[in-house]
């Protein structure tokens, strides 16, 4: 979210650019700093009950996923950092539109014979322009597809341990995660897949920890985190209401009372987030989500039926 707010406040004054990034965090960091020497901190113990399998330790299956999952994680980390990305969609708008954003010193839209480097959600991008600008570099841009790819499994593995799973089964969770091939694949390209699959891992963890903690401000933490995911890629809009269904559908009526104000502000912390996109594209495109034909790119399928899924 942070990201998403210098990045549009700085295209207000034309000062997207390594200085004003610079300045920008450094404002940041000194706030955060001071809030943190005069908020106070407030520690709360729980008692959480050990099973019996947890109490035992984990065994030699469970440290050869964890041994495996970490050397997935850091080799995809080293071909991230010495292996600039090269995918094809990489090359031919998430990074060009980065380096006209730095350009201009503005995300306002600009001439170009691709559109999808003007319509599409921009989210993943801002964070790679940042590391690209303050690095002086491309060497980190595909870093924030690699943190995406890795804090997926940090939080399914929360998710778990959230719905009463033993610590076993947040192992599961997380190798789950880290050894689809997609992913692996998707970790060190530069790509924003797997960024968007993290905001709605953590979409979907805010709501169920809310179901068990009864902690209304959840609620706003999971509309920061849907509010990102609709901002990163357009495939959030599918994938995030059968989650939404799915989980607060069984809430009992007294949780729906308690979450009724929470629920209002997220979904206008999910409006206030993509509202400047959203206004570029319904300026350019007569919508705010974008054109289903844009510059000669059609995004929707030419025939739709049971043939179509083998």
């Not at 008692?47 to 440290?63: M, Q, R, S």
């Not at 050894?179 to 797997?194: H, Y």
């Not at 890629?233 to 979450?259: D, H, M, N, Q």
């Amino acid at each position: 979210v942070l990201v998403v707010i210098l990045t549009e406040a700085l295209s207000l004054t034309g000062w997207v650019s390594k200085n004003g990034l610079t300045a920008g965090w450094l404002i940041i960091d000194l706030g955060l700093a001071l809030a943190c020497s005069v908020v106070p901190k407030i520690i709360q113990s729980k008692e959480t009950a050990v099973d019996a399998e947890n109490a035992d330790g984990l065994i030699w299956p469970d440290y050869i996923l964890l041994t495996g999952m970490g050397s997935i994680a850091l080799i995809s980390a080293l071909i991230t950092v010495v292996a600039p990305p090269n995918h094809g969609d990489v090359m031919s708008y998430h990074l060009p539109r980065i380096v006209m954003w730095l350009q201009n010193g503005s995300v306002s839209f600009y001439p170009t014979n691709d559109g999808r480097q003007l319509s599409q959600p921009p989210g993943a991008e801002y964070a790679v322009m940042q590391f690209h600008a303050l690095a002086s570099s491309d060497r980190f841009d595909g870093i924030v597809a690699w943190a995406g790819f890795v804090l997926v499994a940090l939080v399914a593995s929360i998710s778990v341990e959230k719905l009463g799973g033993s610590l076993r089964l947040q192992i599961l969770a997380a190798a789950f995660c880290l050894t689809m091939p997609q992913s692996v694949l998707i970790a060190s390209s530069g790509k924003n897949d797997c960024v968007v699959a993290f905001f709605i891992a953590a979409f979907a963890c805010y709501l169920i920890a809310f179901e068990i903690d009864r902690d209304r401000n959840l609620l706003l933490l999971a509309g920061a985190a849907l509010g990102v995911a609709l901002f990163t890629k357009g495939t959030a809009f599918f994938f995030t209401p059968p989650l939404l269904a799915a989980i607060v559908l069984k809430w009992p009526k007294s949780l729906w009372r308690e979450a009724t104000k929470q629920l209002a502000i997220a979904a206008a912390i999910v409006v206030l987030i993509n509202a400047a996109q959203w206004g570029r594209n319904a300026m350019l495109l007569k919508s705010p989500f974008g054109s289903s034909n844009e510059w000669g790119v059609k995004y929707a399928n030419d025939s739709i039926g049971p043939r179509t899924t083998y």
